[in-house]
C-alpha cells in the first residue's frame, strides 16, 4: 500500500530538505518507488539540491490548474524521482495551497512512497503538507531553539489530528559539549528518535555535486544512517557494517 509522509520542522536550516532527498533515495535504494514533491512553494530547495532548480513544469503549474501532475515529474540521473517547486514569487499568493491534498491523492496511485519536503514555521503552506501525509517526520538539530520549535510543530500536528512518526536529528556531534542529549529531546518532544545524522562535510559536498549523500559517499557515515532509517520506516532489516577495508580507508 502506497503512503504519503510529510518532513517537516518548525524551524529552518535545520537540514529539512537535505533529509527529505536522502531519505527518498535510501528508499529508493531498498527497491520502493519513490517521488519527492517540494510541498516548500515559498523557498524551494529540492530542485536546487539535485541540479534543475529551472524545469518547464513544476507543482506551481499544477496547483494553479495549469498543468496535469505526472507532467510535473522529473527524474534525476540516479532515477531518483522528484517534483520541483518553481523559483518565480509572482504567483505565489494565487497558489490554493489546500490543493497539496488531491496532488497527494493522485500521487499516491504512481509510486510506493511520496514524500513531501515542507515549508518550515507553522504556516499555511506548512500545515497544508501536513495535513497531506500519512506519516509525519519532524527534523530538528540538537540545539534548544531547534527542539523548542519542533515542540510547537508536534502540538500543532497533534492539534490537526496527525500522529507523528518520531524525530531525525540532524548535525549531531559526539563530541560536543554544548548540544542537547538525545535523552533530552526525545523527552522533551515525547518522541521517538528515527534517527540520527552525523555532522559530516560530505553532506555539503552532496549538494555540490548535485546528488543525494546516499548516491555520492554511500558508505558514509550519515549516509548509512539515512539508510538504517529508510529500513525502519519499512520494517525491514539493514546491514550496516562495515567492511575492514572500509574502515582501512575511512570510508564509512
Known amino acids: 500500500m502506497s503512503k504519503l509522509i510529510t518532513i517537516t520542522s518548525g524551524k529552518g536550516g535545520v537540514g529539512k530538505t537535505t533529509t527529505s532527498i536522502n531519505l527518498a533515495t535510501a528508499l529508493n535504494s531498498l527497491g520502493k518507488d519513490v517521488i519527492i514533491v517540494d510541498a516548500n512553494l515559498t523557498t524551494p530547495n529540492v530542485g536546487l539540491h539535485l541540479g534543475a532548480p529551472i524545469v518547464p513544469i513544476s507543482l506551481n503549474h499544477v496547483l494553479l490548474g495549469k498543468a496535469k501532475i505526472e507532467d510535473a515529474i522529473y527524474e534525476h540521473e540516479s532515477g531518483t524521482k522528484i517534483i520541483p517547486s518553481s523559483l518565480s514569487i509572482n504567483e505565489l499568493r494565487r497558489i490554493n495551497h489546500k490543493r497539496l491534498k488531491e496532488v497527494g491523492k493522485k500521487l499516491r496511485k504512481m509510486a510506493d512512497v511520496v514524500i513531501f519536503d515542507s515549508a518550515a514555521g507553522l504556516g499555511e503552506e506548512a500545515i497544508a503538507a501536513m495535513e497531506s501525509a500519512d506519516e509525519l517526520i519532524i527534523v530538528t538539530n540538537p540545539e ?61 559536498q552532496s549538494l555540490v555535486m548535485k546528488d543525494a549523500l546516499v548516491h555520492t559517499f554511500p558508505k558514509s557515515r550519515p549516509s548509512l544512517a539515512f539508510k538504517r532509517i529508510a529500513a525502519k520506516l519499512e520494517g525491514i532489516q539493514f546491514d550496516d557494517q562495515p567492511s575492514f577495508f572500509d574502515k582501512l580507508l575511512g570510508r564509512y
Not at 559539549?177 to 518532544?189: A, D, H, R, V, W
Open 144 to 204: 534548544i531553539p531547534a527542539v523548542t520549535d519542533a515542540l510547537k510543530t508536534s502540538k500543532l500536528i497533534e492539534q490537526l489530528g496527525k500522529e507523528v512518526k518520531g524525530v531525525i536529528v540532524n548535525r549531531h556531534n559526539v563530541k560536543s559539549k554544548t548540544q542537547m542529549p538525545l535523552k533530552n529531546i526525545s523527552e522533551m518532544l515525547e518522541l521517538p528518535i528515527l534517527g540520527v545524522i552525523p555532522e559530516d562535510e560530505r553532506i555539503q
